[in-house]
């Protein structure tokens, strides 16, 4: 009886330790990715998942290396693992769902989306990316329905009120989208596309100054936002301000984009 009763306590004790270790490894993985020892935190996640095949967080954690180290694949597995183990795990569907859609499977990652929604409706960083993912594959409404659901959980995202508004834009609905950004750049001055897509909305209702305005608001706040001087270029020409239309032309051609200098040739050259 006191034999059975030690090979008990040894047992537990074992358990116990063993238990502990996993988690002290993936503890030491997790100061390892703050510290960006990304080769030191996979040591250390393939340890646990050495000593505890079943522990899904391990193969999560792991997973999360494969793609910081944009191995996207190894990562697919990692975290395919880990919803096997524990299929109600929300963070591996996301994570998955960022993976595919960094090897171009949109589709797939639209579902893993999904299901992390489904299983987290609060999952607030899944609404976005798939709202985000919807707006890319043209599906403004979907995307207008994630985004609202993100404006929900977080009043306060300035960058979800001017993710809304380009959605609003390519629905014609200009009002909102001014709307949207104004909201935007209430929250936050310094929301460079609450100022960019709100001097889009204008134009589309031809308020070129108010445009202009805005545009100048992107270029403060960014001076090496091409595509502001590119769009503040043409407002400018269609105010009758040519020299200094021209001048933004040049300066987005500067910058990097190339259809500024076709431009330049139709509106600057006599």
């Known amino acids: ?4 009763l030690l090979l008990l306590c040894f047992v537990s004790f074992a358990i116990s330790l063993y238990s502990q270790t996993v988690r002290e490894l993936i503890a030491k993985g997790s100061e ?17 998942i050495t000593l ?20 996207y694949q190894d990562a697919l597995v990692d975290y395919s693992i880990a919803l096997l183990l524990n299929p109600n795990y929300d963070s591996p569907y996301y ?28 999952f607030e960083e899944a609404f976005i ?9 043209a ?28 959605v609003k834009i390519q629905l014609e609905d200009y009002k909102g989208a001014i709307a949207d950004c104004t909201k935007a750049v209430k929250i936050n001055p310094k929301e460079e596309n609450g100022f960019f897509y709100r001097a889009a909305a204008k134009t589309q209702l031809q308020d070129y100054r108010g445009a202009l305005l805005d545009y100048n608001k992107v270029i403060n706040i960014n001076p090496k936002n091409a595509h ?21 032309l040049s300066k987005a051609g500067e910058l990097g984009i190339e259809k500024a200098y076709p431009m330049i040739k139709q509106y600057c050259r006599k």
């Open 129 to 137: 990316e798939r709202g985000n993912l919807k707006y890319r594959m």
């Open 228 to 248: 502001a001087y590119l769009s503040r270029g043409l407002i400018k020409h269609l105010l009758d301000q040519k020299e200094s239309g021209c001048l933004d």
């Open 139 to 166: 599906d403004y409404r979907g995307a207008m329905l994630d985004y609202n659901q993100v404006i929900t959980l977080n009043p306060q995202s300035a960058a979800s009120y001017s993710k809304r508004a380009f």
């Open 52 to 71: 505890d095949s079943a522990y899904a967080p391990a193969y999560f954690f792991r997973g999360m290396i494969h793609a910081k180290q944009k191995n």
């Open 1 to 4: 009886m006191k034999k059975s």
């Open 32 to 48: 390892q990715v703050q510290a960006e020892d990304f080769s030191g935190a996979m040591v250390s996640f393939t340890e646990a």
């Open 95 to 122: 994570y998955r769902g960022v993976a595919k859609l960094s090897l171009g499977n949109d589709t797939g990652a639209l579902a893993d989306y999904s299901k992390a929604i489904d299983l987290n409706p609060k």
